[in-house]
């Protein structure tokens, strides 16, 4: 991969084509707001609207290349786009699956069908892929996965399960994690594999959330999937670079998720607090109310910093480094919003928790950053083994 130019002059800034793609994206937003968010999910359960002109505009795409309907740019220009998005209370948590994990892991290290069958449409946004990784006892963890591929004859069998998976009843496909046997050492390995939703053998089932959201939640089941050879995704010998190569974007999109939401929080606290007069004058003169709301906008900028740095050196052709920074990027992005939700719940009182406000909703939403796709302990762990390199804990 080649190094983009410079993302950052010494002043931090973006570039001019960086901060024109926000404002466009900001545009965008005029017409899908929160409002629009929240009507689209009562009324038809999901934001169709949305990721089709997102998508017409090239924005759902604008990380992969342009030889298949894509922008060029790199994950970068994507996080952008999610962050914009949240800030105007529209996050699309699919594109964290779809184009970031699914589309840069194909973009890399698929075949040369591969890119044409997935890619063009992924771009356009005619195409959704979903991500199944994990499990229900193994959580995240790569080592423990037990869903298993054998070969039979220039097939592939899958058996196993995964648990909460986004949006696989609308995904054309779902890019499955399991392990093969490495023939040299008969231990398990991961591999990649796209499942069609209409396999025999994949079947999922939804689990009900309490969460809001146009992307809904499932356990998958696969029972003797049988897929051709070219289901494999890559090298089948390269599973956890090539799975890295799609986690670290993940990450790096789970901080833009989370730092837009915190800005779109901290802003309508802000206003409100900047008009709602008691005793004469505004409750943000006050400094109970006001340096709260200043210190969520010092860790929401912080968290954006630590994001941009990771999608730089993503972009840039630098897994370790980008690993390292994205983890930090998507805990400090998961605590500036959860922090920044319950401060403007607080400002707002009891108008926190109305539906006029749009605020209450977000108490649930803005939890998942702490969660998933990581949960934050698992991050600490990571810096301490990997960053002060102090013994593992686990």
């Given at each position: 991969m080649t190094a983009p130019a410079a993302t950052f002059d010494n002043a931090f800034t973006e570039s001019e084509e960086r901060r024109a793609l926000r404002a466009a994206v900001r545009q965008l937003g005029t017409r899908y707001d929160r409002a629009y968010y929240v009507n689209a999910l009562r009324e038809k359960g999901h934001t169709d609207e949305l990721w089709h002109e997102a998508a017409k505009l090239g924005h759902i795409g604008v990380n992969l290349p342009e030889e298949y309907g894509g922008g060029g740019a790199g994950i970068s220009e994507l996080a952008i786009v999610l962050e914009e998005m949240g800030a105007n209370g529209c996050p699309l948590l699919l594109m964290v699956v779809s184009p970031a994990i699914c589309g840069t892991v194909i973009a890399r290290f698929g075949t040369g069908e591969q890119k044409r069958r997935w890619l063009p449409g992924l771009a356009d946004g005619s195409v959704t892929l979903a991500f199944g990784i994990t499990e229900p006892d193994a959580g995240s963890n790569s080592h423990r996965i037990t869903t298993t591929a054998r070969r039979d004859g220039d097939d592939w069998v899958l058996n196993g399960a995964k648990v909460f998976i986004s949006g696989v009843d609308r995904a054309d496909a779902t890019m499955i994690v399991a392990r093969t046997e490495d023939a040299r050492t008969g231990r398990l390995k991961p591999a990649l594999f796209l499942v069609p939703r209409t396999t025999p053998g994949f079947e999922y089932r939804a689990i009900e959330m309490e969460i809001e959201a146009p992307e809904k939640q499932f356990q998958v089941f696969?029972?003797?999937?049988?897929?051709?050879?070219?289901?494999?995704?890559?090298?089948?010998?390269?599973?956890?670079?090539?799975?890295?190569?799609?986690?670290?974007?993940?990450?790096?999109?789970?901080?833009?998720?989370?730092?837009?939401?915190?800005?779109?929080?901290?802003?309508?606290?802000?206003?409100?607090?900047?008009?709602?007069?008691?005793?004469?004058?505004?409750?943000?003169?006050?400094?109970?109310?006001?340096?709260?709301?200043?210190?969520?906008?010092?860790?929401?900028?912080?968290?954006?910093?630590?994001?941009?740095?990771?999608?730089?050196?993503?972009?840039?052709?630098?897994?370790?480094?980008?690993?390292?920074?994205?983890?930090?990027?998507?805990?400090?992005?998961?605590?500036?919003?959860?922090?920044?939700?319950?401060?403007?719940?607080?400002?707002?009182?009891?108008?926190?928790?109305?539906?006029?406000?749009?605020?209450a909703s977000l108490l649930t939403a803005s939890r998942v950053g702490r969660i998933a796709p990581v949960s934050r302990e698992m991050i600490l762990n990571y810096v301490a083994q990997h960053t002060l390199g102090l013994p593992k804990s686990y």
């Open positions: 696969l029972d003797d999937v049988r897929l051709p050879a070219d289901a494999l995704v890559g090298d089948e010998d390269a599973g956890l670079m090539q799975l890295f190569a799609g986690l670290n974007p993940e990450r790096i999109m789970a901080a833009a998720y989370s730092v837009g939401l915190a800005r779109y929080a901290l802003g309508r606290a802000a206003e409100y607090a900047a008009t709602r007069q008691v005793w004469k004058q505004p409750i943000g003169a006050h400094q109970g109310v006001a340096h709260p709301l200043a210190r969520i906008r010092i860790e929401t900028e912080l968290a954006r910093l630590m994001m941009q740095k990771a999608a730089f050196l993503y972009d840039s052709g630098d897994d370790a480094g980008a690993g390292e920074a994205a983890n930090m990027a998507k805990y400090a992005a998961a605590e500036a919003c959860a922090n920044a939700v319950d401060q403007a719940v607080h400002t707002l009182g009891g108008n926190g928790l109305t539906a006029e406000y749009g605020l």
